[in-house]
Structure formats: structure tokens, C-alpha cells
């Protein structure tokens, strides 16, 4: 059985939650290790406030590709047919034929850092049948009814908490979010050389290159 994704707690807890997220969604719940889930929580939220507070500055990108490279192994020496890729710098992009829109296509999610305000990981669940839109899961929660992304072409969805509560035009994510831009996009990648993803995969059900099926709305 599956189980709906969860929304954050706190402030900073976007990066082990998102994580978590990925794998609920590729795994049903009799499935997953517990070990999973002390070991995201462990190596995550490793940054520290300006005040040297622990975790209040969320989790770093060394954090999220050493939980990337942990879950892989992790994958290869159980019986849990997990697998990931850690991407960085232009590699992260939302272009068609990108290794991220290829993972969605193929059955896989993506836990991607972009920009909502501050930087903040939010899961990637599929495309739209056009390909124009990406399926996400914000853990950040947002009303329905809320005029947050009045203008965007951002949807705020609450019909499907087992995979997605936005709908995201990709143009969105090819915001540079230069201190130059007078309207930064939410959820905008931001600059080439600070971008990162993990794509993670249940190899039982990933499906093999140019054999994807959209997860269709």
C-alpha cells in the first residue's frame, strides 16, 4: 500500500522530507526499510544558522548527494531494487530531452533544489501529456485556494496527495534567478553552477529507454 506524501514540519525540513517523498512514491509502505527513514533523517539537515544554530539553515548539497550515493548502495546490497543519480550544475534542466524529463518518463522521481523564495528540495512526480508541465510535490504547504502563484500558470492542486500538489509550466524552471531579474519565477533552478537533483528509481517498474509512458493527468 501506498501512503499520501507528507508535508514538512518545519521551516527547514523540505531536503529529508522530499527525500522521503521519493521514496513513498516509488515504494509501497510494507516495502520500505525502516532503516530508510533513520538514515535521511540522520544525514540531513546538516547546515547551520548565521547564530550556529543546528538545522536551521536545512540540509547542503554535500548532505543530498551523499544520501544519493548511501541510497544507491543501499539499493545494491538489499533486496529493495532501488537505484539513483545524482546530477549537478547544467545537467539539472527541464529541457525534453534533459536526464530529468527522461527519469519522469521513465517511471522514475527527481528531488530537486530550486528556488522558492530561499532554495528548497521539492519532488518531481511526471509531466503532463504535452510535456510542457511537470507534476511536483511542494512539502511547503499552500491552501488550495490560495492566490500565492496568481500570474505564474502555477497550479495548486489537492486531488492527489499520493503524487502531486502542483502543476508547473517547465518555463518556470528555466529562471536563472539572477539578482538582475525583476520577476524571479518560483521554482526557478537559478544559476547553472548551484543546481543539483537526485533522480531515484524502483527498478522493478522503470522502464526500459524509449519505452516511457507519462504519468498523465
Not at 527525500?19 to 547551520?48: G, H, K, Q, T
Not at 532554495?119 to 490560495?146: I, N, Q
Request: charged share 20%; glycine share 8%.
Amino acid at each position: 500500500m501506498h501512503t499520501p506524501l507528507r508535508y514538512q514540519l518545519t521551516n527547514y525540513d523540505c531536503g529529508p522530507t522530499t527525500m522521503l517523498n521519493a521514496v513513498s512514491f516509488l515504494f509501497d509502505r510494507e516495502d520500505i526499510p525502516p532503516e530508510i527513514v533513520r538514515n535521511v533523517m540522520l544525514y540531513s539537515l546538516d547546515c547551520y544558522s548565521a547564530e550556529g544554530a543546528p538545522g536551521r539553515a536545512g540540509t547542503s548539497r554535500m548532505a543530498m548527494q551523499f544520501l544519493a550515493s548511501w541510497l544507491d548502495g543501499f539499493g545494491r546490497a538489499t533486496k529493495l531494487p532501488l537505484s539513483t543519480r545524482y546530477l549537478a550544475g547544467c545537467a539539472v534542466t527541464l529541457v525534453r530531452d534533459g536526464a530529468i524529463a527522461d527519469a519522469l518518463i521513465r517511471g522514475g522521481v527527481a528531488v530537486v533544489r530550486l528556488f522558492y523564495d530561499v532554495e528548497h528540495y521539492v519532488l518531481l512526480t511526471g509531466l503532463t501529456e504535452s510535456r510542457d508541465k511537470a507534476l511536483m510535490f511542494d512539502p511547503w504547504y499552500v491552501p488550495a485556494d490560495d492566490k500565492e502563484f496568481a500570474g505564474t500558470g502555477i497550479e495548486i492542486e489537492a486531488d492527489h496527495p499520493f503524487a502531486y500538489n502542483r502543476i508547473v509550466p517547465l518555463r518556470c524552471f528555466a529562471c536563472t534567478h539572477c539578482a538582475e531579474c525583476p520577476a524571479k519565477s518560483p521554482y526557478a533552478l537559478g544559476p547553472e553552477n548551484g543546481r543539483e537533483a537526485v533522480l531515484l528509481f524502483n527498478d522493478r517498474t522503470k522502464k526500459a529507454a524509449g519505452e516511457g509512458i507519462e504519468y498523465f493527468i
